[in-house]
């Protein structure tokens, strides 16, 4: 049942309560932030937002979110198998792990998105009819599909594509080779990274780098471990291939980006 899926709540509640550990496996987030107090900040992995006036942020399953201060909003939380229901499968897009800038409501759409999740929370707290709430989900999805200024959000996505994405995400810090996930597919090499380039503008091997350079950030950042461990936990046989692999594609080693982020450096 679809109230099994989707949590409502509000973001000042959600996240007193929440733990801290930055994997979040189970979900991606929807935060509709209506105003935030002075002072207050929302970080979403390394980046921090700061007076945000009726914007969504989209946040993706691993990502790690934190509240410093108050806000007035809500957090909507949506399990893993609710992209699996039909309604719902290929707005999975929305929720890139790459790019976290929030969305901003046109002024004409605030009472309306106000309005979704009003009546969404008066739904699934009252007699909880699952087609009232699909067809509140599915106008609210849709609304922030149109509002979301990112390109590759809007490509339409297929089965294959979900399977692969999903195939990368449990294996990428084992398999990084294409031949690997095109036969996952049953497809060739070749007609796979037609498929990426297609779709969401990179190969598969751009597309592996980016989530192996997103996770070596979170882990930089936000675990007590030391740079040997995290680049063996993410693949790397010997910690001086992952500094290199992640000073071509971030500009620093390891060590510089810790030093940016004011995190001290573990032996």
């Not at 499968?89 to 800038?101: I, M």
């Not at 599909?145 to 294959?160: F, N």
């Not at 471990?225 to 910690?239: A, H, M, P």
Request: proline content about 3%; some cysteine.
């Amino acid at each position: 049942m679809l109230h099994n899926l989707v949590e409502l709540n509000d973001i000042n509640s959600c996240y007193s309560q929440r733990t801290k550990h930055y994997d979040r496996h189970d979900c991606s987030e929807i935060l509709w932030i209506n105003y935030m107090e002075k002072g207050s900040s929302i970080t979403v992995d390394s980046d921090t937002f700061t007076d945000l006036n009726y914007q969504f942020i989209l946040i993706g399953k691993n990502q790690y979110a934190a509240l410093n201060g108050r806000a007035k909003g809500l957090s909507l939380c949506l399990k893993n198998e609710f992209f699996r229901m039909g309604e719902f499968s290929t707005l999975r897009a929305l929720f890139s792990p790459f790019v976290n800038t929030p969305v901003q409501a046109k002024e004409e759409d605030i009472e309306m998105l106000d309005s979704f999740l009003r009546l969404f929370h008066l739904e699934i707290s009252g007699t909880n009819y699952q087609p009232i709430l699909v067809s509140l989900l599915v106008g609210l999805l849709n609304k922030i599909y149109l509002l979301r200024p990112i390109e590759g959000a809007r490509h339409k996505r297929s089965r294959r594509l979900e399977k692969l994405i999903d195939l990368v995400e449990e294996n990428y810090t084992k398999n990084r080779g294409t031949s690997f996930y095109a036969k996952e597919l049953g497809i060739t090499p070749k007609r796979l990274n037609e498929i990426l380039k297609e779709r969401i503008g990179v190969t598969l091997n751009q597309f592996i780098a980016n989530m192996i350079v997103l996770e070596a950030k979170r882990r930089l950042v936000l675990v007590d471990k030391n740079v040997n461990d995290i680049s063996y936990e993410l693949g790397f046989k010997e910690q001086a291939y992952f500094s290199r692999f992640f000073k071509k594609h971030t500009g620093q080693t390891p060590t510089e980006f810790i030093s940016s982020t004011n995190r001290p450096t573990l032996p």
